[in-house]
């Protein structure tokens, strides 16, 4: 994750054709439905002649906003009611947001923070992890997180090169998904990836947030650790640059970040910071110095939620 986010008021979603400022799965549903002009029996009974089984009790709840799909046959319901109504494709998945946590390791897991309280981009981020379906949030335990952010001759973001080992929660957990931001908006591609391969990528790029899933080569046992690499950059001119931080929802063990600097482009000033929570303004922790190769550089154990970064001045 790049700088720090900076407030930008959104709109609601738009729902399906006929349904005007939708902001809800259930009221997107609700109006699907009435304009088809379908029963929940008939819905039903459409669903099952496609060998999707659910309950009458079910579609109710989702329609009056009671509860709302989220496991993988429910979600396939969903997309299924999207062509029997015939609404467009992920008009109403998109409104699901992602999964509520679930299980013990996310209720658990002490100090854990929701994106709304690290980031202030983060209805942005909770609805493109809704369209990936981030279904293994809070299932994996950050071990170490070591990233290489690199700044160009033009004092642009050139690279931010990431390495993560991980710790399964539970069994089962097969892909980490990756995000950056930066607040000019400028999306970076995804360069390379290791030990994982590149699944779905979404991106807002009006809030310059990119999410990327990473699927690993098979499910993890509990308690088992993986590594995965990956690489955000440009193919052409980044944006400017004067700081980089990483969002952390849960404490993680360690976290090492190198920035390091062109020559021609070497900042005034570096400076540790640190920030709790996006009610509480950003603190400087402590002055870097550079290195003889142009590196500043921070190295935490014991990371607690929040924002850790560093940020820089320049002449």
Same mark, same amino acid.
């Given at each position: 994750?790049?700088?720090?986010?900076?407030?930008?008021?959104?709109?609601?979603?738009?729902?399906?054709?006929?349904?005007?400022?939708?902001?809800?799965?259930?009221?997107?549903?609700?109006?699907?439905?009435?304009?088809?002009?379908?029963?929940?029996?008939?819905?039903?009974?459409?669903?099952?002649?496609?060998?999707?089984?659910?309950?009458?009790?079910?579609?109710? $709840?989702?329609? +009056?906003?009671? #509860? +709302?799909?989220?496991?993988?046959?429910?979600?396939?319901?969903?997309?299924? !009611?999207?062509?029997? !109504?015939?609404?467009?494709?992920?008009?109403?998945?998109?409104?699901?947001?992602?999964?509520?946590?679930?299980?013990?390791?996310?209720?658990?897991?002490?100090?854990? !923070?929701?994106?709304?309280?690290? #980031?202030?981009?983060?209805?942005?981020?909770?609805?493109?992890?809704? %369209?990936?379906?981030?279904?293994?949030?809070?299932?994996?335990?950050?071990?170490?997180?070591?990233?290489?952010?690199?700044?160009?001759?033009?004092?642009?973001?050139?690279?931010? +090169?990431?390495?993560?080992? !991980? +710790?399964?929660?539970?069994?089962?957990?097969?892909?980490?998904?990756?995000?950056?931001? $930066?607040?000019?908006?400028?999306?970076?591609?995804? %360069?390379?990836?290791?030990? #994982?391969?590149?699944?779905?990528?979404?991106?807002?790029?009006?809030?310059?947030?990119?999410?990327?899933?990473?699927? =690993?080569?098979?499910?993890?046992?509990?308690?088992?650790?993986?590594?995965?690499?990956?690489? =955000?950059?440009?193919?052409?001119?980044?944006?400017?640059?004067?700081?980089?931080?990483?969002?952390? *929802? =849960?404490?993680?063990?360690?976290?090492?970040? %190198?920035?390091? =600097?062109?020559?021609?482009?070497?900042?005034?000033? #570096?400076?540790?910071?640190?920030?709790? $929570?996006?009610?509480?303004?950003?603190?400087?922790?402590?002055?870097?110095?550079?290195?003889?190769?142009?590196?500043?550089?921070?190295?935490? %154990? $014991?990371?607690?939620?929040?924002?850790?970064?560093? *940020?820089?001045?320049?002449?």
């Amino acid at each position: 994750m790049a700088p720090p986010a900076r407030s930008v008021s959104r709109t609601a979603p738009p729902g399906p054709p006929g349904v005007p400022d939708a902001a809800s799965f259930d009221a997107a549903l609700r109006a699907a439905i009435r304009a088809r002009g379908l029963s929940l029996e008939r819905l039903h009974a459409r669903l099952a002649g496609r060998g999707i089984r659910v309950s009458l009790a079910s579609l109710s $709840n989702w329609q +009056r906003g009671r #509860c +709302r799909p989220e496991r993988s046959n429910s979600l396939h319901a969903v997309r299924a !009611l999207e062509e029997i !109504l015939g609404v467009p494709a992920e008009s109403l998945v998109s409104l699901l947001g992602p999964p509520r946590p679930r299980g013990r390791w996310v209720r658990h897991v002490p100090g854990a !923070l929701p994106y709304r309280d690290i #980031c202030e981009v983060h209805g942005s981020v909770d609805r493109l992890l809704g %369209q990936i379906e981030n279904r293994d949030d809070g299932r994996l335990e950050w071990v170490s997180c070591h990233e290489r952010f690199t700044v160009g001759p033009g004092r642009e973001e050139r690279t931010v +090169r990431t390495r993560l080992v !991980l +710790r399964a929660r539970a069994g089962g957990v097969d892909r980490h998904v990756a995000l950056h931001h $930066n607040q000019e908006g400028v999306l970076p591609g995804l %360069q390379r990836v290791a030990y #994982c391969r590149p699944g779905r990528v979404r991106t807002d790029p009006d809030e310059g947030v990119t999410a990327a899933e990473l699927l =690993f080569e098979r499910p993890l046992e509990r308690g088992e650790t993986y590594v995965v690499e990956y690489e =955000f950059g440009y193919s052409e001119g980044g944006p400017p640059s004067d700081s980089y931080s990483r969002w952390f *929802r =849960f404490p993680a063990h360690e976290y090492l970040l %190198q920035v390091h =600097f062109d020559p021609a482009a070497l900042p005034a000033r #570096c400076h540790r910071y640190r920030q709790p $929570n996006v009610s509480t303004p950003p603190a400087d922790v402590a002055e870097l110095r550079l290195t003889g190769r142009h590196m500043a550089h921070i190295a935490e %154990q $014991n990371v607690k939620p929040g924002v850790h970064g560093i *940020r820089w001045e320049w002449d």
